[in-house]
């Protein structure tokens, strides 16, 4: 091919792609009322550390590197056992044990990777306060609530 061909090319294709660059929609992000960007949604995060740290775990921040590894291996091990087939010879479950619709969880695989942040593994993604747990809000209501103080029953959807 021609190099003056070849560099003609080059410069349309340029202005082309920058032409669709300054054709494209400036619309900005949607912003919250603190004029944030409004990241609300479903956001899914895949991990075996909790949003709420356990209360047994009190102000603990983070595992040691051999507790989160000792977690990661009951995880693994929990995952594994789910996987085995169910042996004919079991016997009956427990009388009066609950029985709960959780077929689903057996055939999922359990998330065992725990966050690591500034190199330590957190106990939880909240870390204010200090105990890793929502505070309690005085004169909260939850949804349910809400709706129940409104009238709505267990079957109105």
Known sequence: ?????TRLLVVSFCLIGGAETLAQDNASLPRTEFDQPDMQGVWFYGT???FDRMEALGDKQSYTEAEANELMEALLAADKMKAEPLGAERGAPEAGGAIAQNADHNFSDSRINPVIIDGQYRTSQIISPANGRFPYREGGMDMFQKWQAEGHGGFDG
């Open 1 to 5: 091919m021609n190099p003056n061909a």
């Open 48 to 50: 075996s550390t909790p």
